[in-house]
């Protein structure tokens, strides 16, 4: 017998607004709407995680809002309240910094996150390691599309002992692209 599937008022919210905010976005394939990255974490949480923590799910589907498009952090608490929007907090980018540094810190901050951020965290990374599996964005070499496995790789070894299964899906990649 299959789990029924819930669905509350503020997931839904949060779908929209997300939604809304990357609504003239496409992932770097320039092709596929942005859109579904967000939806393919919160989804990637809840069925392959098992996660069904509505914070974890609606933060799952903001988490770029703040660095990738108009939202601030302001917007994100009136709207969704404070421990929601502490979550996006932590698994945001200061866009502000040079991209080698931002990249150095998401690895340093990894391990030291809150268990619900690791979780994000796992599931984005996850989603973004399968496109980068099926479609490489426009103009990355296969030097770039190598590095970003074995950053990927540091950030996830840092958020180890967050979720097993995706963590083993994780792993699987990694094995595939003799990541170690």
């Known amino acids: 017998?299959?789990?029924?599937?819930?669905?509350?008022?503020?997931?839904?919210?949060?779908?929209?607004?997300?939604?809304?905010?990357?609504?003239?976005?496409?992932?770097?394939?320039?092709?596929?709407?942005?859109?579904?990255?967000?939806?393919?974490?919160?989804?990637?949480?809840?069925?392959?995680?098992?996660?069904?923590?509505?914070?974890?799910?609606?933060?799952?589907?903001?988490?770029?809002?703040?660095?990738?498009?108009?939202?601030?952090?302001?917007?994100i608490e009136t709207q969704f309240g404070a421990e929601i929007c502490g979550l996006v907090r932590e698994v945001t980018d200061d866009k502000s910094l040079a991209k080698d540094i931002r990249k150095q810190l998401q690895i340093q901050k990894a391990a030291n996150s809150s268990f619900k951020a690791k979780?994000?965290?796992?599931?984005?990374?996850?989603?973004?390691?399968?496109?980068?599996?099926?479609?490489?964005?426009?103009?990355?070499?296969?030097?770039?599309q190598e590095q970003y496995y074995v950053w990927a790789k540091k950030v996830v070894d840092n958020l180890r002992g967050t979720n097993a299964e995706l963590e083993r899906r994780l792993d699987d990649i990694f094995k595939q692209k003799n990541i170690l």
Request: glycine letters at 4%; one cysteine or more.
């Open 119 to 144: 979780l994000v965290k796992l599931a984005d990374k996850l989603d973004n390691l399968r496109d980068l599996n099926s479609k490489a964005p426009i103009g990355w070499s296969l030097e770039r």
């Open 1 to 75: 017998m299959e789990k029924p599937i819930h669905c509350t008022a503020k997931l839904m919210q949060g779908l929209q607004f997300a939604a809304i905010k990357h609504r003239t976005q496409r992932r770097k394939d320039n092709e596929t709407p942005y859109i579904n990255h967000p939806i393919n974490v919160a989804t990637i949480l809840a069925v392959e995680g098992g996660i069904s923590d509505e914070t974890v799910l609606v933060a799952a589907l903001l988490h770029d809002t703040v660095e990738d498009t108009d939202t601030t952090f302001e917007e």
